[in-house]
């Protein structure tokens, strides 16, 4: 069993959680403790924190009304940044920046156009290299936000080390996959419970995924089978962890026009991605994937 990354025991109950997390987070900078720029305030007449963070000077809170638990066993959609453009344009400026190489350390990678056999494009970067700010507000402060809300998450550590940036035309898709980590073994795999954070920007896209369950006798985790299909919106932060880490997910389609806010994509449409997780970093994990995989 490797070491170095957070694994679930698989113990014979439904309620079977607990980590024995394995793993060596070393100096890697944990943002949900760390971060100073936000603050929980807890008010007296529900009995709910809420969080406000503050962006260029503008107070945002994450009402509740704006975090939906997906599922208890691991799958938060936050949409507070769904009206907040201008956060939403700087993530969006500072991707196509880095996509394209234009941000220290980070090497671009080819974007597709109408001409292109490919209809995305992606690049991962070490996460210590991710835009700090940003990192604070999407895994510091959402990922706190989320944790109040699905205690299970919770119970693992977040291990934040490759952040993947994706840029997708408007034919482009993701077939059905789990987030897996590179080098580890199939069982390994199975056992991954850290989560992943995933903020779309842009035109909105139908997410399928389906949803993992605990069996009660062995304890083990079983793969979902019944697609359901979410439609993520520009601003829309996701995450899922503990039961849901390696759920079956893909993006089905990316529906035009429906950038709401016309946030300014320097001459393209289509959907941006930013992906952050657990997982080891590969420099040459960069490019242009031929297929869509579907
Ligand atoms: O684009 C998305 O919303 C999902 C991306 C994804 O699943 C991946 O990069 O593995």
Redesign the pocket.
Known sequence: MSKNFNFRSEKVSSSSTASTSGSSSGNKKDVTKTSSMFKSTKPTENNSTTTTITYKDMPITFKKEDVEVISNSGIVLIKTFRNHPNLQQDLINYCLSALRGNEEGITGTEFPTDETTFQKCFLDIPFEQFNSKFADIICGAAMKVAKEHCKILQDYQDDFRIA?L?Y?TNKGK?GW?R?RISGLTPEEQHLIVSPVV?M?LGND?I?SYKLNTINETTGKLEYGTEAIDLQ?KSGDILIFGATQRMFY?C?KRIIPSTNHHKLDMDGLSGRI?I?LREGTYYPENIGAPTANLF
Request: aromatic content about 14%.
């Open positions: 993947q994706c997708y993701l996959h987030d995933s779309s896209s997410f993520l997910h993006v991605n992906t």
